[in-house]
């Protein structure tokens, strides 16, 4: 049974996936049509007086376009060891070209608070909507860093306003 509950009972989950194969972040569009994407980081803290959870995510990315259209997101935070290989799926191929939640075998719950759905097999979910964003500025990286952006596509972190948190009990 998912129950709400505060973010830093969900942290410690967050952080173990990120390390390990990462957490699954949706996003819709206006037309309906969700996406899944693997993410390898996101940062939580509390940012303009208020609890955030921070995404990035490169303007080459079909999740990219789906943010931009409706401000909104999900992170969900997959169990130990059993959707590895789907989560790494999920890292690989485009939305775009691909129906990535229905390949990998992900059942989805409507989210009560955004748009963008949940991955019901997931132990803990955040429902985010974006209060600010702000692009990585090339000029303030250091070299060593630009060396990861060869192609200029850089980054784009997204500052999600939890307004919904569950955790399996």
């Known amino acids: ?62 999740t990219f376009e789906l943010i931009e259209e409706t401000g909104e997101f999900t992170v969900n935070v997959p169990p130990e060891r059993e959707l590895d290989d789907a989560v790494a799926y999920c890292g690989k191929v485009s939305g775009r070209d691909k129906d990535k939640l229905g390949e990998s075998g992900f059942e989805v719950e409507k989210g009560e608070t955004v748009r963008s759905p949940l991955v019901s097999c997931c132990v803990a979910h955040l429902e985010c909507r974006v209060i600010g964003k702000s692009r990585l500025v090339p000029e303030l990286l250091s070299e ?26």
Not at 25 to 47: C, P
Not at 155 to 166: C, Q
Request: glycine share 12%.
């Open 1 to 62: 049974m998912k129950v709400e509950c505060s973010i830093e009972e969900v942290f410690g989950l967050a952080k173990a996936r990120l390390d390990d194969c990462g957490l699954l972040l949706t996003s819709v569009g206006m037309d309906g049509k969700a996406n899944v994407m693997t993410i390898g980081w996101g940062l939580t803290g509390r940012l303009w007086g208020q609890t955030v959870f921070m995404v990035a995510v490169r303007p080459s990315r079909y």
């Open 144 to 169: 060593e860093v630009k060396k990861s952006y060869a192609s200029g596509n850089f980054h784009t972190l997204y500052f999600g306003k939890p307004l919904r948190i569950l955790v399996e009990k």
